[in-house]
């Protein structure tokens, strides 16, 4: 993946770097998680937070070939 430089806040940085720490990421990729559950919640402003949590945990689970068939019976 290419990267870029951009400026940041130094204040949003400081929270990431909080953050990231407690949930075991880096400051970069705690801004990309931020920006991605954002622009997700942009494109669909309808749906709730958690419900676009779960939909990004439940690709991740899909990815990683950790999916179980459901039984409807």
Do not use: C
């Amino acid at each position: 993946m290419a990267s870029n430089s951009i400026r940041l806040d130094q204040n949003l940085i400081e929270k990431a770097t909080i953050i990231a720490k407690a949930l075991d990421r880096t400051p970069p990729k705690q801004i990309e998680h931020w920006a991605k559950i954002g622009k997700l919640m942009e494109d669909n402003p309808d749906l709730p937070y958690e419900f676009v949590k779960q939909a990004i945990i439940a690709k991740a689970e899909r990815e990683a070939g950790k999916l179980e068939a459901y039984d409807f019976g």
